[in-house]
């Protein structure tokens, strides 16, 4: 079972809104990842989580904040949005985290669908 | 600098042809391929893997080849079917590194019944 569970499928928010996406897996996974994909383009890294620890941050904009409650769950708080964060929001994870992070497969979630009015 | 290539955007393949699709890569430490499909409004599923010792790595249908010598890999899918419609990413890593996949920009792949 490679499963990776995100809630909600749809988000849609205000830019003074505050709203979070929740991310939630079962595998034992190690790390835990967020991506960004918009239309027509790769997925993109946001952060990632090993050991439930923040490891890697690839310069995010702090309007988006992330979470990792315990080892099953990732969390991305959202605050003070731009329409042009509006994409796919994707949770992934895969087995092994810290400095094995590289030579892993990575395993997503269905995606959240994030628009900002 | 692009480090993973999928330099067709598009490819469109009829039904029971084989589907060949491309990857090439600049990193040198990469040992660590993998494919992704996509289809619109969900989340990329992972689809066949290979790693650097071996030179080919099948799944039923599917079946990647490297060639590292050229930092080239390729996906072949045979018998091409219609719901292989997707796009599909070429993804790759270091088993020595501490950094995720680094993904290519994907080709949309459409296969004609």
């Known amino acids: ?117 | 600098d692009q480090q993973v290539k999928q330099n067709s955007p598009s490819l469109s393949v009829q039904e029971g042809r084989i589907s060949i699709l491309n990857c090439d890569y600049t990193n040198s430490m990469f040992d660590y391929f993998l494919w992704y499909k996509k289809y619109p409004a969900e989340g990329p599923t992972f689809l066949i893997s290979i790693s650097s010792i071996k030179d080919k790595n099948e799944d039923g249908r599917f079946t990647v080849f490297l060639n590292k010598s050229a930092k080239h890999l390729s996906l072949h899918i045979v018998p091409s079917q219609p719901g292989d419609s997707a796009v599909y990413f070429c993804a790759a890593s270091s088993y020595s590194g501490n950094t995720p996949l680094v993904f290519g920009k994907g080709t949309r792949l459409s296969v004609i019944a």
């Open chain 1, 1 to 117: 079972d490679t499963e990776v569970t995100q809630t909600p499928k749809h988000l849609v928010m205000g830019m003074t809104n505050k709203k979070s996406l929740k991310c939630e897996q079962h595998m034992g996974h190690r790390a835990m990842y967020w991506y960004k994909q918009k239309a027509k383009k790769p997925p993109e890294l946001m952060f990632v989580y090993s050991y439930e620890k923040l490891s890697i941050n690839e310069s995010v904009p702090s309007r988006f904040s992330p979470e990792c409650p315990n080892s099953s769950l990732l969390n991305l708080h959202l605050h003070a949005l731009q329409p042009e964060d509006s994409a796919l929001y994707l949770c992934a994870s895969s087995q092994e985290g810290g400095n094995r992070v590289g030579g892993n497969t990575i395993y997503f979630g269905e995606g959240s669908w994030l628009t900002v009015v």
